[in-house]
Structures are given as C-alpha cells and as structure tokens.
Nanobody, 122 residues
C-alpha cells in the first residue's frame, strides 16, 4: 500500500502563487511516476502535470504549461507543484497520484491522495 498526503492549498488572489506538496509513504517512491490532477465542482477530474521517476521528464496540460512546475525530491519522498500566475479557472481540488508509468490517463494511477483545495479569487 501507499499513502499520499497533499498540503499547501488555500485561497489566493488571481496572479498569485501557491506551492502544493505531496508526501508519499509505504512504497519505493523513487521507482514510480507521479502526477497532479484537479477537479472543479461539477467537472471531471483532469490531468495537470506529471513527472517521471527520476525527475528528468515532465509533461503539462496545455492550460497550465508555462505557469505550473512539477518537481520531486526522492530523498524526501515528496512531489511538488509550483503554481504561478494563478487564474480563477484554476480553482479546484488538487490531487496527487502515483503510478507505474507517467500518463495523462487518471484510470492508470493506482494510488491517490485525499486532495487539497485551491481557490483563486478574481
């Protein structure tokens, strides 16, 4: 089993920044890809960003590319999402996920955190 715990969400004004963290335990963290997804009220959970096991490869949704940065610290078993130039449409619950391979398909991730709320006011 693996446990993922997100933190760092909150309320921020448009144009501001937040840094989300996801702490992992219970498995060999540095062997697996990690990703962030988000879900706004009434909408499907959507892909945001992913990072491979070593951190050498990342991929972003078009809606966040250039504003968000995913990174990981395998020594700390933690993955991060730095979010800059936030927009009201970024408001959602943000989830981290762990999987065998890096993919944008949420159904291929085995483990999920409980989520952290990000609210961006206009």
């Amino acid at each position: 089993q693996v446990q993922l715990v997100e933190s760092g969400g909150g309320l921020v004004q448009a144009g501001g920044s937040l840094r989300l963290s996801c702490a992992a335990s219970g498995r060999t963290f540095n062997s697996y890809a990690m990703a962030w997804f988000r879900q706004a009220p009434g909408k499907e959970r959507e892909f945001v960003a992913l990072i491979n096991w070593s951190g050498s490869s990342t991929y972003y949704a078009a809606s966040v590319k250039g504003r968000f940065t995913i990174s990981r610290d395998n020594a700390k078993n933690t993955v991060y999402l730095q979010m800059n130039s936030l927009k009201p449409e970024d408001t959602a619950v943000y989830y981290c996920a762990s999987g065998e391979t890096g993919t944008t398909m949420k159904q291929l991730y085995n483990y999920w955190g409980q989520g952290t709320q990000v609210t961006v006011s206009s």
